[in-house]
C-alpha cells in the first residue's frame, strides 16, 4: 500500500483556510483524496471532505464539462486522479464499472472504497464490492459509506445516519478509510471482511426492519379487538334493539381499542423476559441460546412498548374530549330534564364515587409512568443513565406501570362481571379479554420474584449495562451469557403459586359459568352447583394458601 495514505489525514486544504484543522497547517503537501464521479453523492462526499480539511480531486469522464463540484476541488481525467492519490472513493454506479478495468493498472495497489447501493435485493450474483475486487484484483477494496445519503453527507449527520459500516478483505485497507470516517463525524462500524459487502448493501433497501412484527402485531390486534367490539356492541344492538348506533365506532370503539392494545402490548414487553427467566429454571442452566423466536421478540420491546405508550396517549386524548361529545351532552341534558319533568331525584353513591376516582387515579398514575419509561428509553436518556438507573426504570418501574394499567382496567370493570348483560351473545367485554395476559404476566413475575428464586446475583453491570445502553447491540442483549449459576429454586413455593393461579382462573371459570347458566334461566339450578363446587373449590383453595404462606 502507498505510503501516502499515513499521510492522507494530516494535510490542509490551501484554498479553504478557515475550514482545516489547526495541526493541519503544517503540513502543506497532502496527498488529495480521489472521488471517481461528479454525481450527487461524489458531490456531497466531496464537500464534507473539503470542510474536514481534506484536499479533493475529482476523476470525471468530462472533465471540462462535468456538473457542478465543489469550490476549491479539482477535476481531472479517471487516469490522472487515480494517479494522484492512494485512497479513491467510487461514487459511480455499479452498472458503470466496466470501464475500471482498463484503470487496474493504475488502481492497483490502492485503497478503492465502494459506495454503490442497487435498487433491488439479489439483482446481481456477487455484491458491487465483490464486482469491483474482481474488476480490479490489484486493488484493496473497501465497502463503506453506503448507508448514508447524499442529503444527510451535505446537511451533516443526525443521530440516524451517524454510522459507517465497513468491510474489507485488508485490515490496513480498513484503517485511513476508518480514520477519514471518524474525522468526517461519523461513527465507524467494522463489519469484518468482503463477504460482508452484500449485507451491507442489502441494509439501505431495508424498511424499518425493526418495527415490521411490532407494527404487524398491532395492526393485527387492533383489527381483531375492532372487528369484535362492532360486532358486540353495535351489531348486537342492531339486531337485538333495531337500534342504529354505527356512529360509535368514530370515537366510543377507538377509545375502547386503544386500551386494550396498549395493555396487551404492554404486557408483551415483559412476557419475553418471563418465558426467559421460566426456561433458565426448567433448564437449570444459563448457558443455553434462547429459541429464536424468543430472540426476535426481545429484540423488539423497545418498539413494542413504545406503540403502546402511542397508543395509551391516543387513549387520553380520546377520553379528554368525551365532555364534548354531542352524544354525551344529548344523553346527561336528557336525563336530567326527564328527572325535572318527574320530579325526580337521585342519591349520591359514595362507593360509585370511590370507584370512579380510584380508577381515574390509578390510570393517570399508571399513564405517568408510561410517558417516564418512553422518555427514558431514548438513547440520549438511557446513554445518561448508569446501568442499575436504567435496570431499575425499566424494569421496577415498568411492571409498577403495567400493574397501574392492569388494575386501572380492573377498576374499571368493577362488579360489571357479574350483570349477565355483559355477556353479548355469550361473549366476554373486550377490557376482561385484555387483562388475561397482563394478569398472566403480573402473577409469573411475582411467580419469579426474589421470595421464590431467593437472592439474585448481581448481573455482570459493564458488559450487561452497555450491551442495553447500546440499542444497536441488542441482540447479544437478549441472550446474555451470565457467567454466574442459576440460584436454588424452591419448587415448592412454584408449584403452589401454580395451583393458586389455577384456582383463581377456575373461580373466574366458574362465575362466568354461573352468570351465563342465570342468564339461560334455571337461577336455582345453578345456584346449587354454584354452591356445590364452589364449597368443595373453597376448600382446595384455602389449602394451597395455608401451605403457601406456611411455606413463606
Ligand atoms: N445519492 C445517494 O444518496 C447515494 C448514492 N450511493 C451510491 O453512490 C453512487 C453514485 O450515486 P449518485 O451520485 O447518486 O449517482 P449520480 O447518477 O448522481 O452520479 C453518478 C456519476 O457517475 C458517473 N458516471 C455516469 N455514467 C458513467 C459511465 N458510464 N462511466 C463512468 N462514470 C459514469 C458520472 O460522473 P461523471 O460525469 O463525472 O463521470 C455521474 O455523475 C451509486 O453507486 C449509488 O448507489 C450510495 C448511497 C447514497
Ligand atoms: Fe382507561
Not at 145 to 174: H, I, M
Not at 207 to 214: A, D, G, T, Y
Not at 381 to 408: D, I, P
Request: glycine share 6%.
Amino acid at each position: 500500500m502507498s505510503d501516502g495514505l499515513s499521510d492522507v489525514s494530516t494535510g490542509l486544504k490551501q484554498e479553504s483556510v478557515a475550514l482545516c484543522p489547526l495541526e493541519a497547517a503544517a503540513a502543506p503537501q497532502q496527498e488529495p483524496l480521489c472521488i471517481f464521479g461528479t454525481g450527487d453523492f461524489g458531490r456531497s462526499l466531496g464537500q464534507r471532505l473539503l470542510q474536514a480539511g481534506y484536499k479533493v480531486v475529482y476523476g470525471s469522464r468530462r472533465p471540462q464539462s462535468c456538473g457542478p463540484v465543489p469550490p476549491g476541488t479539482q477535476v481531472m481525467s479517471h487516469m490522472a486522479a487515480a494517479q494522484s492519490a492512494s485512497l479513491v472513493f467510487l461514487c459511480i454506479h455499479r452498472e458503470n464499472y466496466d470501464f475500471l478495468e482498463t484503470l487496474a493498472h493504475q488502481l492497483s495497489g490502492k485503497v478503492l472504497v465502494d459506495v454503490s447501493n442497487n435498487l433491488k435485493k439479489n439483482i446481481y450474483p456477487e455484491a458491487n464490492a465483490e464486482y469491483l475486487q474482481k474488476l480490479i484484483p490489484g486493488g484493496h477494496v473497501v465497502k463503506a459509506f453506503n448507508t448514508l445519503s447524499a442529503w444527510a453527507l451535505q446537511n451533516g449527520p443526525a443521530d440516524a445516519s451517524r454510522q459507517v459500516y465497513l468491510c474489507g478483505n485488508s485490515t490496513e485497507a480498513k484503517q485511513p478509510v476508518s480514520e477519514v470516517a471518524t474525522k468526517l463525524g461519523l461513527s465507524v462500524l467494522d463489519r469484518g471482511s468482503l463477504n460482508a459487502a452484500r449485507e451491507l448493501e442489502d441494509f439501505p433497501l431495508e424498511l424499518f426492519p425493526v418495527w415490521r412484527l411490532p407494527l404487524r402485531l398491532t395492526l393485527g390486534l387492533t383489527v381483531s379487538f375492532y372487528t369484535y367490539l362492532f360486532l358486540r356492541d353495535v351489531i348486537y344492538t342492531y339486531v337485538t334493539e333495531g337500534k342504529d348506533i354505527s356512529f360509535r365506532i368514530m370515537v366510543s370503539l377507538a377509545n375502547k381499542v386503544f386500551p386494550i392494545v396498549s395493555l396487551i402490548l404492554l404486557s408483551l414487553c415483559y412476557l419475553p423476559g418471563v418465558i426467559a427467566a421460566f426456561l433458565q429454571l426448567y433448564r437449570g442452566t444459563k448457558y443455553k441460546r434462547f429459541p429464536d423466536w424468543l430472540d426476535r421478540w426481545m429484540l423488539c420491546r423497545k418498539q413494542l412498548g413504545l406503540i403502546a405508550l402511542g397508543y395509551a396517549c391516543l387513549h387520553v386524548l380520546y377520553t379528554l374530549i368525551i365532555p364534548i361529545r354531542y352524544y354525551v351532552r344529548f344523553k346527561i341534558a336528557e336525563s336530567t330534564i326527564s328527572k325535572v319533568k318527574m320530579n325526580q331525584t337521585s342519591t349520591f353513591d359514595t362507593s360509585v364515587a370511590w370507584r370512579s376516582d380510584s380508577y381515574l387515579a390509578v390510570g393517570i398514575l399508571g399513564f405517568g409512568f408510561y410517558i417516564l419509561l418512553g422518555i427514558t428509553s431514548l438513547p440520549s436518556v438511557s446513554n445518561a443513565l448508569s446501568w442499575r438507573e436504567f435496570s431499575f426504570v425499566q424494569s421496577k418501574l415498568g411492571y409498577l406501570t403495567l400493574f397501574l394499567c392492569t388494575l386501572h382496567t380492573y377498576l374499571y370493570g368493577g362488579t360489571r362481571f357479574l350483570i349477565p348483560s355483559t355477556y353479548k351473545w355469550c361473549t366476554p367485554p373486550g377490557y376482561m379479554l385484555c387483562l388475561l395476559l397482563p394478569s398472566v404476566v403480573l402473577s409469573a413475575q411475582a411467580a419469579d420474584s426474589p421470595a421464590l428464586r431467593g437472592p439474585q446475583p448481581d448481573p455482570h453491570p459493564k458488559r450487561l449495562g452497555e450491551e442495553r445502553r447500546r440499542g444497536r447491540q441488542q441482540k447479544s442483549a437478549a441472550n446474555v451469557d451470565l457467567k454466574q449459576p442459576i440460584p436454588p429454586v424452591n419448587m415448592f413455593l412454584v408449584q403452589t403459586s401454580v395451583m393458586l393461579l389455577y384456582c383463581e382462573k377456575l373461580t373466574f371459570y366458574n362465575i362466568y359459568n354461573i352468570v351465563i347458566k342465570y342468564k339461560i334461566a334455571s337461577y336455582q339450578l345453578s345456584g346449587i352447583t354454584f354452591s356445590c363446587s364452589q364449597g368443595l373449590f373453597n376448600h382446595f383453595r384455602c389449602c394451597c394458601y395455608y401451605l403457601y404462606v406456611a411455606h413463606l
